[in-house]
Nanobody, 121 residues
Framework: QVRLVESGGGFVQVGKSLNLSCVAS????????MAWYRQAPGEQRELVAR???????TYSDSVKGRFTISRDSAENTVSLQMNRLKPDDTGTYYC???????????????WGQGPQVTVSP
């Protein structure tokens, strides 16, 4: 079991910055990747950025160059620095941890509670 607790988010004007943080606790030794997803009203949840334990990072095209994901494996934290925010970045942001089971089994996904980010035009 892994528990994820997020902080950050809020209301901000277009062009400004916000930082989200997420702390993992519990059986964190089997976490293979941590990521941030977001979900806008009426839309499906989408990947924003992902950091794998091997060092690989992935960003959605819509946030490349503006968002930076940072992971501290020793502290079991992951953060998302969001710069030059746009109204389209508005949504509920979820911290995600992928819990490794075995090379042939899919990882178990754990989710945080989802802080809200609202970007005003």
């Amino acid at each position: 079991q892994v528990r994820l607790v997020e902080s950050g988010g809020g209301f901000v004007q277009v062009g400004k910055s916000l930082n989200l943080s997420c702390v993992a606790s519990g059986d964190t030794g089997r976490i293979s990747a941590m990521a941030w997803y977001r979900q806008a009203p009426g839309e499906q949840r989408e990947l924003v950025a992902r950091s794998h334990i091997a060092g690989r990072t992935t960003y959605s095209d819509s946030v490349k160059g503006r968002f930076t994901i940072s992971r501290d494996s020793a502290e079991n934290t992951v953060s998302l620095q969001m710069n030059r925010l746009k109204p389209d970045d508005t949504g509920t942001y979820y911290c995600n941890a992928e819990y490794f089971i075995s090379p042939i089994d899919p990882a178990i996904d754990y989710w945080g509670q989802g802080p809200q980010v609202t970007v005003s035009p």
